[in-house]
């Protein structure tokens, strides 16, 4: 699983890299099919990842800050790094005695619910693919070639082993 999150943050990270090529007005504008626009999709994201991560290590959720104060590409890579640090180490100690614990933490919309961690983890996962297949619909649709979402050629994995 970990190498999947490396996979999600590797290609963010190259989307970050992307939106520094295309139109600030173009990054912001309402899109048909998604949360928002290019650039509120990536901070969705990363709020879905912040918020669920954080949840599971026993923090409370964190309010979603308002997207204006994250309405650009710089101010998004600076929260994405951010919410990076503060989960990076729960996921890198992710094992598989985790994966069936319940979530348990008084959020009366999801605690009936008794969602396992592994589940969640897969749900984040599974939530930013999604979304980076809207981005690369828009994307195309401005005329830009979009980001590969390939796993292979990526150094995530150790061909030598």
Wanted: net charge negative; aromatic share 12%.
């Amino acid at each position: 699983m970990l190498k999947l999150f490396e996979y999600n943050w590797l290609v963010r990270k190259d989307w970050f890299d992307w939106c520094d090529s295309v139109a600030e007005i173009e990054l912001l504008e309402r899109r048909t099919g998604g949360p928002g626009s290019i650039l509120y999709t990536l901070f969705h994201i990363i709020d879905v990842e912040h918020s669920w991560i954080s949840v599971l290590q026993g923090k409370p959720e964190p309010q979603e800050p308002p997207f204006q104060d994250y309405a650009n590409v710089k101010k998004l890579r600076e929260y994405s790094a951010r919410c990076h640090e503060e989960i990076a180490p729960f996921i890198y100690a992710w094992n598989s005695s985790m994966e069936t614990r319940i979530l348990e933490d008084g959020n009366p919309t999801i605690q009936s619910e008794g969602f396992k961690f592994g589940e969640i983890m897969r749900h984040v996962l599974a939530h930013e693919i999604h979304h980076v297949g809207q981005l690369s619909v828009w994307s195309r649709e401005i005329g830009k070639q979009p980001i590969s979402a390939n796993v292979i050629r990526r150094g995530l994995f150790d061909h030598h082993q």
